[in-house]
């Protein structure tokens, strides 16, 4: 009998080893999964990666030389067409039968960099093209020049979802290049570019800098090439005279 009760208690003795045993093994791994995303942890300066889309923009710096250098090196430009990134661009077709409604309005010869349609016609092609991106954008960029920020801003807005709808009806996925070199990208562009106008005309600083930062990531070329374009159709009204 004594040697059946030492061994029982012996037996028993083992399972309470061998819990502590499992219970410390836990312990461990509990204090390597802690530590080891620790590491991993952000800075406090990249927190805007790890916030809701809806709050990120208040933690994003202004696009800086730095910043657009990156970006021309990841994306490269729409003229040699490299892209580091991997993810193929963004071509949308073109949107049926605003170019040619367009170009109705306009000089014979003229292109839309050269002369904007007039309000009334602007208005008429709203009418017809809803949807248009390149519409919006260009009854913001008459509204803008006419002194009305707000409505500016306010077609500029439309047009920028217009053109986000574009993008993802095109296989966009919110990354990756949208190319101006490809004509019918610009509309989404220009609206881009219309937007981040007006937002800074009111003071939207963290706006600015969210659309500053969607227009370098889509083509580094787009903001010269749609300054160029606007300075071509201010002057084309004198250059005759």
Not at 105 to 132: H, K, N
Not at 194 to 214: C, N, T, W, Y
Request: net charge negative; glycine share 10%.
């Amino acid at each position: 009998m004594p040697i059946a009760v030492a061994l029982d208690a012996e037996a028993h003795f083992g399972v309470v080893i061998g819990l502590q045993g499992v219970c410390a093994a836990s312990f461990a791994a509990l204090a390597y999964f802690v530590i080891g995303h620790a590491a991993i942890v952000r800075p406090a300066t990249d927190i805007g990666q790890w916030m809701p889309a809806a709050s990120r923009t208040l933690a994003r710096p202004s696009p800086s030389p730095a910043r657009r250098n990156v970006a021309r090196r990841l994306i490269g430009s729409s003229v040699t067409g490299e892209n580091l990134l991997g993810v193929p661009p963004t071509l949308l077709y073109p949107e049926d039968g605003v170019a040619d409604a367009i170009a109705a309005t306009l000089q014979d010869g003229v292109t839309i960099d050269e002369q904007v349609p007039t309000r009334a016609e602007l208005e008429a092609l709203i009418r017809r093209f809803p949807t248009s991106s390149l519409v919006w954008a260009l009854l913001s960029d008459d509204a803008f020049e006419a002194g009305e920020i707000i409505p500016s801003y306010a077609y500029a807005r439309v047009g920028y979802h217009r053109g986000l709808d574009a993008l993802r009806k095109g296989g966009w996925r919110g990354q990756g290049p949208v190319p101006w070199s490809h004509e019918a990208n610009r509309g989404v562009l220009r609206s881009l570019y219309a937007l981040r106008r007006g937002a800074e005309a009111i003071g939207e600083a963290d706006e600015v800098s969210r659309l500053g930062d969607f227009l370098l990531m889509s083509d580094p070329t787009a903001i010269e090439a749609i300054e160029t374009v606007h300075y071509r159709a201010a002057a084309a009204p004198t250059e005759g005279l």
